[in-house]
């Protein structure tokens, strides 16, 4: 990039309001040379500038006390999990019959036109389903509801991807996915972690790299730097990371993961059965439920799928020389140990820690005294003994 681009991008940085972020990217566009090279980099400051418009807009409404509210939905249960695709593709059949929401519900297009929650009951947990709009191709560069359904996604625990089997849904699964990839979600989890910290005193570049670099090495990372005009940052690199994981990083477009489950609707339709080994290729290693919210087929299994990939377990506590243990668990991410349990109840409890007896999977024999660094498991009972 010229020095001139680079000056107004970190003008852009630096801007305190969306209205003068906005005007600093406009003038880095046009500032950023249109050829092949750039094709990419154009892409995200344009996404980017739609979303601060957005934003403005919000603001606004926010401050009239009217609009945006409708597209914000709190957070309920143990997880929030959007349900997005194209039109028709019984988005809203597949919220009824999995949870106590009544959307309307009809054979025309369009019909959802805000986001609609309701809970879906697993096993006692409740996990929150949000029905999207439709999705439609060019939703991540502005497109009819695109960049606040993305939203939604974005600030989701979780997705689950509807389609219709019985009408092409490979190219419906190659749209949201583009989609999303376009809105930087991914359905898979990051190779890389990158951490920018800039910093206002001239200290300089301090880059800590604990992964590997693939197609580049330090000094193609200090180069990049260079042309972004960063001297004073902390810079932290963990996992597989490319030189364009970098740049995403400094141009604030990293890639969110969310986990993800595929519902392929209308199992009960023409064509349905034999659009469904094509699909499960281009699914590849994506959990994929094919399932009729007319005749039921299937639907026992989406809470399951989803509950596993959001990668959360439940672990009850019991107090020590008592039978029953609580009957509400805490929900906690897959791997957690008994120190961040402990913590979790209290910090003195941890603070105080002596031992803990554990009941379930992962426990050895029933009631296992265990320490701190103990690994818990779904359902596992825990007895925590403090001084």
């Keep these: ?46 996404r980017k500038i739609a979303i601060l418009r957005l934003e403005a807009v919000e603001q606004k409404q926010r401050k009239a006390g009217k609009g945006s509210v409708d597209w914000f939905i ?47 009951n697993f096993e ?24 606040q359904i993305l939203r939604l996604a974005k600030n989701a625990d979780g997705i689950v991807i509807v389609l219709d089997l019985s009408e092409s849904p490979k190219s419906q699964l190659q749209m949201v996915l583009g989609e999303l990839e376009s809105a930087r979600i991914s359905t898979r989890k990051p ?54 994981d970098v740049e995403d990083a400094l141009l604030e477009s990293t890639v969110v993961y969310k986990p993800t489950v595929i519902v392929a609707n209308k199992l009960d339709l023409p064509r349905a059965k034999e659009n469904l080994e094509d699909l499960r290729r281009a699914a590849a290693d994506l959990p994929l439920i094919p399932a009729s919210c007319t005749t039921g087929e299937n639907l026992h299994q989406i809470g399951r799928a989803v509950f596993e990939s959001l990668g959360i377990i439940r672990v009850y506590t019991k107090e020590p020389n008592e039978n029953m243990h609580s009957p509400e668990p805490f929900v906690i991410r897959a791997g957690s140990t008994i120190a961040e349990l402990a913590k979790r109840i209290h910090t003195e409890l941890h603070d105080n820690f002596r031992f803990a007896r554990v009941w379930g999977s992962t426990a050895k024999y029933p009631g296992e005294r265990v320490g701190l660094g103990h690994a818990l498991g779904d359902k596992d009972v825990v007895e925590i003994h403090a001084k």
Aim: proline content about 3%.
């Design 124 to 147: 006692g947990l409740q996990i929150q389903l949000v029905e999207a709009p439709a999705l439609v191709e060019g939703a991540a560069d502005g497109g009819a509801w695109g960049v």
């Design 1 to 46: 990039m010229t020095a001139h681009a680079k000056g107004l991008w970190n003008k852009a940085i630096q801007a305190k309001t969306i209205e003068k972020k906005v005007k600093a990217l406009q003038e880095f566009l046009s500032a950023v040379p249109k050829h092949k090279g750039n094709e990419r980099l154009r892409a995200q400051v344009k």
């Design 191 to 244: 190779e890389s972690h990158i951490q920018v910290t800039r910093l206002k005193e001239s200290s300089g570049v301090h880059l800590m790299v604990s992964g590997r670099l693939v197609d580049c090495d330090i000094e193609d990372v200090h180069k990049l730097l260079k042309e972004y005009d960063v001297n004073n940052a902390t810079i932290r690199i963990s996992g597989e990371t490319r030189l364009n």
């Design 74 to 120: 709190q957070k309920e249960g143990a997880a929030q999990v959007v349900l997005i695709g194209q039109t028709n593709v019984g988005r809203s059949s597949l919220l009824s019959v999995l949870t106590n929401a009544s959307p309307a519900i009809a054979g025309h297009r369009f019909t959802t036109t805000r986001p609609v929650p309701g809970i879906m």
